[in-house]
């Protein structure tokens, strides 16, 4: 086997990903170079705007489906709780103020009909009951029809006249709108509280390490509802997507989760080295990143560390569990799982564009897949270099992730603006 990661002479770093065999040079000398995206001059806030800035804003929850499920903070003699709720009717949606939103995205990279016609696939009981209920009241038949305008709309040809919206119509497309197996999960905050312009978002890394750990809970439990409620979804992605340049439709903090019918190409890699190397997350995670310096901080149960062999810049988090499916973690293990990637949401910074993509054993493979995230910063853009060789060329590499990451983090740790459970390297 290739040596993972190596220092020539001159100072190129030619890493090879031990897992995805994904080849990448780093180049000396570029490590050094501001990772934040040109910003435009910053505008002031109206206050006009306050919660509307973007169809993810809770000011603004009618622009989105049908809502599934949200997370409210209760407060009771200066202590605060979670609690989840379920299935509330559009009259409802202010009634409480969501801190996480769940709701299907409004145009799936897998439709209903995809599933319907290819598996047979049908909405559960319960997504049938909530769609019965929410087309009963004015205000979720207005709703929900002007979703559904929306969606025909966006599929008819250019420039082609439009076509009469009758029931038929509505009743097809309102399934999607409740039944849909690409979900998103949005957070409340657009800019963090009390900005004052346009620059100022709201980040994983913003949030308190609380606030991030329900953030993670809810999504976890909302990927194990997707593999519930389609026996056909043999994996389901889920990934978020930060700033424009990494793909964000809105600078609104999000993850997305999507049922696809296979396994894709990483986990089936994945299973087939794992067939001959069982401790291979164990021997090519934790394990090579502690032998190589890479380790930024730990919790109990995980640990955070510059990935080796990413197309991007990367920090990982892995857990320690290889035999439990994310829902099946205890709540300490969620715990220190999300503590260590808010940390790095937080070192990083806002103002870098990210990709954060998570990874898990499905239910269909008995085998130690560990659940692990990867934050990848969007520093730099693939060329014909790569096109045509498949050796990324990065900017920064391991070493540089590390000491970047640990500067800034050893700072927040000072000033409390991460989890106390971190034990920072």
Known sequence: MIEPLVRLPDGTVKQVNP????????????????????????????????????????????????????????????????????????????????????????????????????????????????????????????QVTALAHIRLRARRPAGADPEPFDEDDLERESVALFAGNHRVVVARRHFVDGATDDSQNAGSGTLTPEEHCEYTRFTIEAVRDLYRGNPHARYVSAFQNWLRPAGASFDHLHKQLVAIDELGTDVEREAARLQQEPELFTRWGADFAEARGLVVARTPTAVAFAGVGHQYPTLAVHTSNTTARPWELSEDEVRDFSDLLHACHAATGTEVPTNEEWHHGPPSLDLPIPLRALVKWRVSTPAGFEGNTKIYVNTIDPWAVRDRTLARLRLLAAEGRVSDRLEVA
């Open 19 to 142: 897992i995805s065999g994904t080849k990448v040079w780093t180049l000396p000398g570029r490590a050094a170079r501001p990772l934040a995206v040109a910003q435009s001059t910053a505008l002031p806030l109206d206050p006009a705007d306050h919660d509307r800035h973007c169809a993810f804003c809770w000011g603004r929850m009618l622009e989105t489906p049908p809502e599934i499920a949200r997370v409210v903070r209760e407060c009771s003699d200066g202590e605060s709780s979670w609690r989840e709720l379920r299935g509330l009717l559009a009259e409802q949606l202010d009634d409480t103020t969501p801190e996480f939103r769940l709701f299907p995205n409004l145009f799936e990279i897998l439709t209903y009909d995809y599933w319907h016609l290819a598996h047979g696939f049908e909405p559960t009981p319960e997504s049938q009951a909530h769609r019965t209920a929410y087309l009963s009241t004015p205000v979720g038949r207005e």
